[in-house]
Every structure is written in C-alpha cells, then in structure tokens.
C-alpha cells in the first residue's frame, strides 16, 4: 500500500468500474438488486471476459489472451 491520496493503487479497478458503468449500468434500470447482480454477472462473465476486446491484451479477449498464454506455456 502506498500513501494516502496516490491514485495508482486502484487504477485498473477505477477503469474497469467505469467500462462497467458506462457501457452498462448507465443503459439500464434494474427493478430488482437480483437482476442487477444477474445483469452485472453476465456482462462480466461473458461479455466483458470473453469477447470484449482489450487493448492491452493486443485486441484479444482476456480469455482468449490467456488461452494463448497456456499454449505458449506447454509448448515452451
């Protein structure tokens, strides 16, 4: 842990919570917390996890970045 006030612990939590929010809390109204937990679940598990595209993954899924790591792993 750094100081108080340094920003760089959490900056990739406080990016991905604001991907969250802005491609898909902001677009919906959830009538329910369990729906907003399914919702939620579901963007991350299959959407964000296996088909969003990420820049620092070279454009790849993080699923697919790491299924390409395991296969340089066992080749190697």
Do not use: D, L, M
């Given at each position: 842990m750094s100081?108080?006030?340094d920003c760089w612990d959490n900056a990739v939590s406080?990016?991905?919570f604001h991907t969250l929010k802005t491609e898909l809390t902001h677009h919906e109204n959830f009538q329910?917390?369990?729906?907003?937990?399914e919702?939620?679940?579901e963007y991350?598990?299959?959407f964000y996890n296996r088909q969003r595209l990420?820049?620092?993954?070279n454009y790849m899924s993080?699923?697919?970045?790491?299924e390409k790591m395991l296969l340089k792993e066992i080749v190697a």
């Open positions: 100081k108080k006030g406080e990016s991905f329910t917390k369990a729906e907003a937990n919702k939620i679940f991350i598990e299959i990420h820049s620092s993954n993080p699923f697919e970045f790491e």
